[in-house]
């Protein structure tokens, strides 16, 4: 699992790279639909959740206070789950991350057939529920994604990769490695949200439907792949690792 994580952290023609920075343009289409379609609020991004929560708080401009705590309640035990499962699977890395995007893919579908099949609006049950799905989903994923550890693709959130890329800059006396995948990171997410934001100008449902697809497609092709490493790595772990 370590040359695993150090390969895909050299490259980012690694399968392993690729498949989270798939997952980072996916965090664009859930929390375009969150914070634009369900009443600013954000289903992946905690730290912009907890700042938006004491806005709030502080009534500043009618900001939500219930949605932020549903979505942090939902994303605590969303990473508690990731967590559990984590300990339970982290050594056998093709069967953890096949577990974890299962149920990203299931939880995402399930909010985008809510959204599909009644009208949801911000600050109603329904609502609350999508939010609820979702932030779970992202839970798991980031429980999931810190377990594996690639460097700079934490797949939801930014501000250490921007940092990263200034600050090991040749600017600033650095030698400038792994500025393409962080540059790479950074446009996965701009884009997802971009296009996330413009599906959304069709129906709620849309963006999420597209985030669980990709989701999948990742699943579905990085998964082989990893288990093919795996295997050649460890010719015995192809009988011992399917479960």
């Not at 893919?105 to 057939?113: D, K, P, S």
Request: charged letters at 10%.
């Amino acid at each position: 699992m370590a040359e695993l994580k150090q390969r895909a952290a050299a490259s980012i023609r690694h399968p392993l790279s690729r498949a989270l920075l798939a997952l980072t343009f996916t965090t664009g289409f859930v929390d375009a639909a969150s914070y634009l379609g369900l009443g600013h609020v954000f289903t992946a991004n905690m730290t912009g959740n907890v700042v938006l929560l004491g806005f709030g708080i502080a009534g500043g401009n009618g900001l939500p206070v219930l949605a932020p705590l549903v979505s942090l309640a939902a994303f605590l035990a969303g990473s508690l789950a990731g967590g559990v499962l984590a300990a339970r699977l982290g050594e056998r890395h093709p069967v953890h991350l096949a577990r974890a995007l299962a149920i990203e893919v299931a939880l995402i579908a399930a909010a985008a057939v809510i959204a599909a099949a009644i009208s949801v609006h911000p600050g109603t049950v329904a609502a609350g529920v999508v939010i609820a799905l979702l932030a779970f989903a992202m839970g798991v994923r980031n429980a999931t994604v810190r377990r594996i550890a690639v460097p700079d693709l934490t797949t939801t959130v930014l501000t250490m990769t921007l940092t990263g890329l200034a600050a090991d800059s040749p600017l600033a006396g650095g030698t400038g490695k792994g500025s393409t995948r962080r540059v790479a990171a950074v446009l996965a997410m701009l884009t997802g949200a971009c296009a996330g934001a413009l599906l959304l100008k069709t129906s709620l449902c849309v963006p999420l439907i597209a985030a669980a697809v990709l989701a999948l497609v990742t699943w579905l092709v990085y998964i082989p792949a990893a288990r093919r490493e795996a295997d050649a790595a460890d010719p015995g772990r192809g009988q011992r690792g399917r479960g």
